[in-house]
């Protein structure tokens, strides 16, 4: 059996899988646990969109910090750093000219 829950654990029947969401496998004598990561979705609502890319400006001024899960979302580029390359890829991505990888 799968069963998906979401940021506060609440279990998720249908709808978008965002960050941080758990995904949980099961069968009859085993359960492995996985924490949904979308690269640039640092909201947790599944998608890539404008609030994702103020979270990212904030983070870099230094206004806003991500927790770990998060951190990880942000960092598009993949290089360790959430920076000005990561915040162009989510602006490109939701512009439409750039697909983030996943």
Known sequence: SVIVN???GAVVNDGIVGTSFKITVKN???????????????SGDGL???ID???VQKH???TYNFNNIYLQAADT????YVN????????KHILGTYT???
């Open 48 to 50: 890539v969109n404008p």
């Open 6 to 8: 979401n940021q506060v």
């Open 28 to 42: 009859k004598t085993t359960s492995k646990s996985f924490t949904v990561i979308i690269n640039g979705d640092t």
């Open 77 to 80: 580029s993949d290089d360790g």
């Open 53 to 55: 890319l103020l979270q």
């Open 60 to 62: 870099i001024l230094g």
């Open 84 to 91: 000005a390359v990561d915040l162009l890829q989510v602006q």
């Open 100 to 102: 983030i990888k996943q």
